[in-house]
């Protein structure tokens, strides 16, 4: 996945229906002031555009798009789709979604309160959509398009009305063609529901008990794909409108996994993300999402929206320090980002997001991101065009799997993602580049390659994964692999099952779920344990040096005590080396870890989840600390981001990003080091 040299450029929301006319000429003069060469607009302008129906009023787009041109910045423009006009919904009403938390029906005057199954809306939208892209698909200012705002926002993909069951029914009976087959996808046997007609098959609305796991899974397969299908649909009026030049893209989100964004992202020419680290574990999880919105398709990205200052919508809306601007624009552009567009231009007076900050002020004055923003610009014009390389390690991220273990966690407090994180952590603090990847990838050129809890069965990649290792890969797979069926359904089978277990070497005997109270150093010293707690046990040893072929170097022989949390399994290795045993428990002595040699490769498989993940001994099986950048005297920790990107010429650059509060000084390494 290298990457063409970037054209670093910055751009801002714009909204021309927000302001009298009068400012507008002054608003793109400051912003071009400002470096700026690019506005975003018409996302949530649908009253303007269409008062009533079928009356469109283009003439005020007309004058603002002219306003930007003569002031030499282009276009990027937004079909208006999620906020809808009162007349539709009043008219239609069908058209609001029905809430799958409360089964209640959204009223309208927000946004986002549709649902993509009503004919009147999605009729609406390709009047619309049609009408614009007539209008301006070949302004030859604009460069490209953006899809509505951010599918899903607010929690909002998945509707539980008349409309969204009777398009779940037909999805299903497309997806499995008989009931038996559904029947048996499902075990609907379970519970006494299987179903003898499509019709009787319910969307998972609040019930008394758990709705079944295949419903589940499939429902959210089905709801992430409506929207899939939905963007399409205006995709296909947009591309012969527009010709093939300029892009067609989406706001996708931070956080955010009810939709597969890999679905989503195919049929787009570049993803859009909306880069709002507030309320982000810091700069870690931010490179990590800024890596994801990369990897979707495995090329540079745009952020349609960056956080400018203090946000408004969560519940303590903390300051932003001076440079962080501009240290969150940078980070987009060294993790892939083709052009970083603020949102947005000026604090709002009217609405719902008045407390959200702008460039601009309230009252026009130029606010702190101003500045910032400008400083970017002074920045990128005395930097080279620079490309990111490869990265050496991928991290396979899947949407199907995250979901199956989200609808059943058995352990609240179990997360995929924190997994994910958690791996992402130890390499993003060492200055290892990461590509995330989709389950079908080519994995062939990278070092390490982690595959988080594989939950769903799928033989397909069995074969991938065989295929890297076999050619001399090092593949990392933890628990939780291989024991779903697609209809989340239990496999018969030992975990993980059929070739991935065969490739790891490894059967699983026992899994325990670890609550949290036996964190160590959680439990107050006055605590008295309960008699059965001491069978719960916490701890496994690496075992540093034991094995032959894997010094680590933990000390001679003395294996390392490692602390596991949330999950665990007891492993019998079939053709596998044990790697890590637990040391406390009942479960004592049982292997925890173990590496198998498959061709010129090795697969790891990770019985539990420890403090690190990539536990010491499999660090530098894996070869990572050679992939390690290590600043001597240099502050503790990653506060510090340290990317290598590469010129033209193929020469390195290093760019190195302050995420502290303080200035730091740190010495200059040799290239390579
Ligand atoms: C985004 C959204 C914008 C605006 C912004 C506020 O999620 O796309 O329209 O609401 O948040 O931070």
């Known amino acids: 996945m290298s990457l063409p040299p970037q054209t670093r450029r910055i751009g801002v929301a714009y909204y021309p229906e927000h302001w009298p006319e009068s400012r507008w000429a002054d608003d793109a003069r400051v912003l071009r002031e400002a470096g700026i060469s690019i506005v975003r607009m018409m996302e949530f302008a649908w009253d303007k555009l269409e008062p009533r129906q079928g009356e469109y009023r283009f003439d005020w787009m007309d004058r603002a798009l002219e306003t930007f041109q003569a002031a030499g910045i282009q276009a990027v423009l937004c079909t208006p789709t999620p906020t809808p006009p009162p007349w539709l919904s009043h008219q239609h009403p069908e058209i609001l979604r029905v809430n799958d938390r409360t089964a209640v029906r959204d009223v309208p005057g927000s946004r986002r309160h549709v649902n993509a199954f009503a004919p009147a809306y999605l009729e609406a939208c390709d009047r619309i959509v049609t009408a614009i892209a007539d209008r301006w698909g070949q302004h030859a200012n604009v460069i490209g398009w953006q899809i509505d705002n951010e599918f899903g926002c607010h929690n909002s993909t998945r509707d539980v009305s008349d409309l969204s069951r009777a398009a779940f029914q037909a999805w299903l009976r497309g997806k499995y063609g008989t009931l038996d087959a559904l029947n048996a996808a499902?075990?609907?046997?379970?519970?006494?529901?299987?179903?003898?007609?499509?019709?009787?098959?319910?969307?998972?609305?609040?019930?008394?008990?758990?709705?079944?796991?295949?419903?589940?899974?499939?429902?959210?397969?089905?709801?992430?794909?409506?929207?899939?299908?939905?963007?399409?649909?205006?995709?296909?009026?947009?591309?012969?409108?527009?010709?093939?030049?300029?892009?067609?893209?989406?706001?996708?989100?931070?956080?955010?996994?009810?939709?597969?964004?890999?679905?989503?992202?195919?049929?787009?020419?570049?993803?859009?993300?909306?880069?709002?680290?507030?309320?982000?574990?810091?700069?870690?999880?931010?490179?990590l999402n800024l890596d994801l919105m990369r990897g979707l398709k495995g090329k540079p990205f745009w952020v349609l929206e960056q956080q400018p200052g203090p946000v408004n919508w969560a519940p303590f809306n903390p300051p932003v320090a001076p440079g962080q601007v501009r240290a969150w624009t940078h980070q987009a552009f060294v993790h892939g980002a083709d052009a970083v567009l603020y949102f947005r231009e000026r604090a709002v007076n009217i609405g719902q997001e008045q407390y959200h900050s702008g460039l601009m002020k309230h009252d026009g004055a130029l606010d702190r991101g101003y500045h910032e923003a400008k400083q970017v610009s002074d920045d990128l014009a005395h930097l080279p065009a620079l490309t990111r390389p490869k990265a050496p390690v991928a991290i396979v991220f899947d949407y199907e799997d995250l979901w199956t273990l989200e609808l059943d966690p058995h352990n609240a407090e179990f997360s995929y993602y924190r997994l994910v994180t958690d791996m992402y952590r130890q390499l993003w603090e060492a200055h290892i580049p990461v590509d995330f990847v989709p389950r079908d990838a080519d994995l062939a050129g990278y070092k390490a390659v982690f595959v988080p809890s594989p939950a769903l069965i799928d033989e397909a990649h069995t074969a991938t994964w065989r295929a890297y290792v076999e050619g001399g890969g090092k593949l990392v797979v933890t628990f939780?692999?291989?024991?779903?069926?697609?209809?989340?359904?239990?496999?018969?089978?030992?975990?993980?099952?059929?070739?991935?277990?065969?490739?790891?070497?490894?059967?699983?005997?026992?899994?325990?779920?670890?609550?949290?109270?036996?964190?160590?150093?959680?439990?107050?010293?006055?605590?008295?344990?309960?008699?059965?707690?001491?069978?719960?046990?916490?701890?496994?040893?690496?075992?540093?040096?034991?094995?032959?072929?894997?010094?680590?170097?933990?000390?001679?022989?003395?294996?390392?005590?490692?602390?596991?949390?949330?999950?665990?399994?007891?492993?019998?290795?079939?053709?596998?080396?044990?790697?890590?045993?637990?040391?406390?428990?009942?479960?004592?002595?049982?292997?925890?870890?173990?590496?198998?040699?498959?061709?010129?490769?090795?697969?790891?498989?990770?019985?539990?989840?420890?403090?690190?993940?990539?536990?010491?001994?499999?660090?530098?099986?894996?070869?990572?600390?050679?992939?390690?950048?290590?600043?001597?005297?240099?502050?503790?920790?990653?506060?510090?981001?340290?990317?290598?990107?590469?010129?033209?010429?193929?020469?390195?650059?290093?760019?190195?990003?302050?995420?502290?509060?303080?200035?730091?000084?740190?010495?200059?390494?040799?290239?390579?080091?």
């Open 186 to 287: 499902w075990g609907t046997q379970f519970w006494s529901a299987t179903y003898t007609a499509w019709e009787q098959i319910p969307v998972p609305a609040p019930t008394t008990a758990d709705h079944n796991p295949g419903l589940l899974l499939d429902f959210r397969r089905f709801s992430s794909g409506a929207w899939v299908r939905f963007q399409k649909r205006q995709i296909d009026i947009l591309r012969p409108r527009i010709g093939p030049d300029r892009f067609i893209t989406h706001n996708f989100m931070i956080h955010f996994f009810e939709i597969d964004y890999f679905e989503l992202a195919r049929d787009l020419d570049v993803v859009g993300f909306d880069n709002y680290p507030y309320g982000m574990t810091g700069p870690l999880e931010t490179a």
């Open 480 to 673: 939780r692999a291989f024991f779903k069926n697609p209809g989340s359904t239990w496999t018969d089978q030992p975990m993980p099952a059929g070739g991935l277990g065969e490739l790891l070497g490894v059967r699983v005997d026992e899994f325990f779920c670890i609550p949290p109270v036996k964190w160590v150093g959680l439990r107050r010293p006055d605590e008295i344990a309960p008699d059965w707690d001491d069978d719960r046990g916490s701890h496994v040893s690496d075992l540093a040096g034991k094995t032959p072929g894997y010094g680590f170097g933990e000390g001679f022989g003395m294996p390392a005590k490692l602390h596991y949390h949330t999950w665990a399994e007891t492993l019998t290795p079939s053709a596998a080396e044990p790697l890590m045993r637990y040391v406390d428990g009942f479960w004592k002595d049982a292997v925890a870890a173990t590496v198998n040699k498959v061709g010129a490769g090795e697969a790891y498989y990770l019985g539990c989840w420890c403090d690190k993940i990539i536990p010491r001994s499999l660090w530098q099986a894996l070869g990572l600390e050679s992939l390690a950048i290590k600043v001597e005297d240099g502050p503790r920790g990653a506060a510090i981001e340290i990317v290598r990107l590469q010129d033209a010429d193929g020469h390195l650059h290093e760019v190195r990003i302050n995420h502290a509060k303080r200035t730091v000084t740190l010495p200059v390494l040799e290239t390579g080091k």
